[in-house]
């Protein structure tokens, strides 16, 4: 069986979107833990902190055909996807249309106002909030589907959908499907939903495995790995 190493990281967090951000927030002993004065309408829930976050637009450069089929989960991921595939120096490489990289990516459901919409449906009997594309933003697997289709993949997809360890999950898959030869790269991590995704599910972000800086990962077999991309993790 192959090494797998990690040769690209990439996430959207409450500290900010790159290593120096965060880093900085760290060392700083800054709290992105906050008070949710909105939540107190929820009045059997005992907790009202939350680490949302708040800045998170999509980059400019996406369009408007890309974004419909993305709910905020779907999104968050797709660019801590862009993020890590950038640090992996493999953004627009030709490899990730030859089948040679997959994605594993976890969520345990969708985007909350699509989840809405359906259920307006349900209780209301009223279908007109929704759209072709609701579904999409609503199911578990949205974060892994929009990946694939964002970045043109053409390997393994694979949804991982568990709760808090939905990203050491797909860790895991990632890593068996690289060193069982199935694939030479795979995208894998996690993406959750700030506020109220995070009072529902809890937060999935913490999904990953213990010690990762981030949401989502670009992991390869050892002869893929580049010069161009730095010495691999082990």
């Known amino acids: 069986m192959r090494r797998v190493v990690v040769t690209g990281m990439g996430g959207v967090t409450a500290f900010g979107a790159s290593w120096p951000e965060i880093e900085s927030r760290l060392r700083g002993t800054r709290n992105a833990v906050r008070y949710m004065p909105d939540w107190e309408r929820f009045t059997d829930l005992n907790s009202k902190l939350a680490a949302p976050i708040d800045s998170f637009e999509p980059p400019p ?5 890309q974004l419909r089929g993305m709910g905020r989960v779907a999104q968050l991921a ?9 640090d992996a120096a493999l953004l627009n490489d030709p490899i990730l249309h030859k089948g040679a990289m997959g994605v594993a990516c976890g969520s345990s459901v969708g985007s909350t106002p699509a989840v809405c919409e359906f259920a307006e449906m349900l209780f ?3 279908s007109s909030k929704l759209n072709a594309n609701s579904y999409v933003r609503m199911m578990p697997h949205t ?10 993949l053409t390997g393994r997809v694979v949804p991982t959908s568990s709760a808090c360890t939905s990203g050491s999950h797909a860790i895991g898959y990632g890593a068996e499907t690289i060193r069982n030869g199935m694939q030479d790269l795979m995208i894998v991590g996690s993406r959750g939903q700030s506020r109220s995704r995070r009072l529902l599910m809890g937060s999935l972000s913490t999904g990953l495995v213990a010690g990762a ?3 989502v990962l670009v992991v390869r077999g050892t002869r893929r790995a580049s010069p161009k991309v ?4 082990p």
């Open 213 to 215: 800086p981030c949401p």
């Open 61 to 65: 450069h996406w369009t408007r055909k």
């Open 143 to 152: 974060t892994a589907a929009n990946i694939g289709v964002f970045f043109g």
């Open 124 to 126: 209301r009997g009223s």
């Open 230 to 233: 730095g010495s691999p993790a």
């Open 78 to 86: 797709v660019r801590s996807a862009e993020l890590a595939l950038l």
